[in-house]
T-cell receptor, first 116, second 109 residues
């Protein structure tokens, strides 16, 4: 059973550019969340998708947007990249609605984004 | 909002030493609590969890007990190995995960 998979694993972008990161959740998992982890810090919640809708959003600007597809996979888009957007972006998935806090949340290996 | 505070590191230990990483939380309800581990260059792996007061989560020799009265979820291991060197994150689930800042643990042979 494949776990949470993310692509690409590493990428370098120039300030002002746009980036799309992709995530395939663990098999059968229908809730997908994205987190940003800056170097030396804990992950910060960006947003969460369930039933193809954004259910919760953290304290991130509108430059960060996302989408969930009918097969539960998800994309994270970041526009007008800033140097401060350099981080590890983690995708996480769980089975069932986000309101079920007993569920275990599984993480992918992450996508390392460097903005130069 | 809900938050997690965990012991700052780095922590350096010798093999077979006892490890404790303190974690306290602030929450309006009764969230599930987790410890995740991150090895160098990798994503997060779930280490253990507890879903209600007095629950004890355990895995790979690590343990943590959900203490509602002290709002704590301290991580312990009785005898660490070099392979336990990693960053450890305490987290709570209030419909999303809120993480502590992480504690870097280095175990020396």
């Amino acid at each position: 059973d494949a776990g949470v998979t993310q692509s690409p694993t590493h990428l370098i972008k120039t300030r002002g550019q746009q980036v799309t990161l992709r995530c395939s959740p663990k098999s059968g998992h229908d809730t997908v969340s994205w987190y940003q982890q800056a170097l030396g810090q804990g992950p910060q919640f960006i947003f969460q998708y369930y039933e193809e809708e954004e259910r919760q959003r953290g304290n991130f600007p509108d430059r960060f947007s996302g989408h969930q597809f009918p097969n539960y996979s998800s994309e994270l888009n970041v526009n007008a990249l800033l140097l401060g957007d350099s981080a590890l972006y983690l995708c996480a998935s769980s089975l069932g609605p986000p309101t079920d806090t007993l569920n275990t949340i599984y993480f992918g290996e992450g996508s390392w984004l460097t903005v130069v | 909002g809900d938050s997690v505070t965990q012991m700052e590191g780095p922590v350096t230990l010798s093999e077979e030493a006892f490890l404790t990483i303190n974690c306290t939380y602030t929450a309006t309800g009764y969230p599930s609590l987790f410890w995740y581990v991150q090895y160098p260059g990798e994503g997060l792996q779930l280490l253990l969890k507890a879903t209600k007061a007095d629950d004890k989560g355990s895995n790979k020799g690590f343990e943590a007990t959900y203490r509602k009265e002290t709002t704590s979820f301290h991580l312990e291991k009785g005898s660490v190995q070099v392979s336990d060197s990693a960053v450890y994150f305490c987290a709570l689930n209030d419909y999303k995960l809120s993480f502590g800042a992480g504690t870097t643990v280095t175990v020396r042979a």
